[in-house]
């Protein structure tokens, strides 16, 4: 089993920033893909941002230039660094995870609680 706890959404004004953390534990042989998504009130949840193993990067269009993806594979963290912040950028944001396990192999999807950002004045 994995685990994952987010932390540091919050509420800020528009052109703030705002740091997201999230952790996984557990039976943990590797992470092939960590990412944050977000869903907005009747809205679907859509990718946000991913980082795979090996470094790569890809944004959605809206936050490119605004939102920085990074990993730290020894503790097994993803962070979302979100700049120059939008009204649009309100949602719930989830840490996704694809992690294969120490004791199977195979790999398995996880999802964070999820925690809120508010962009408003």
């Known amino acids: 089993q994995v685990q994952l706890v987010e932390s540091g959404g919050g509420l800020v004004q528009p052109g703030g920033s705002l740091r997201l953390s999230c952790a996984a534990s557990?039976?943990?042989?590797?992470?092939?893909?960590m990412g944050w998504y977000r869903q907005a009130p009747g809205k679907q949840r859509e990718l946000v941002a991913a980082?795979?193993?090996?470094?790569?990067?890809h944004y959605a269009d809206s936050v490119k230039g605004r939102f920085t993806i990074s990993r730290d594979n020894a503790k097994n963290t993803v962070d979302l660094q979100m700049n120059s912040l939008k009204p649009e950028d309100t949602a719930v944001y989830y840490c996704?995870?694809?992690?294969?396990?120490?004791?199977?192999?195979?790999?398995?999807?996880?999802w964070g609680q999820g925690t809120q950002v508010t962009v408003s004045s």
């Open positions: 980082i795979i193993s090996g470094g790569s990067t």
């Open positions: 557990g039976t943990i042989f590797g992470i092939n893909h």
């Open positions: 996704n995870v694809r992690v294969v396990s120490i004791t199977t192999r195979y790999e398995s999807e996880y």
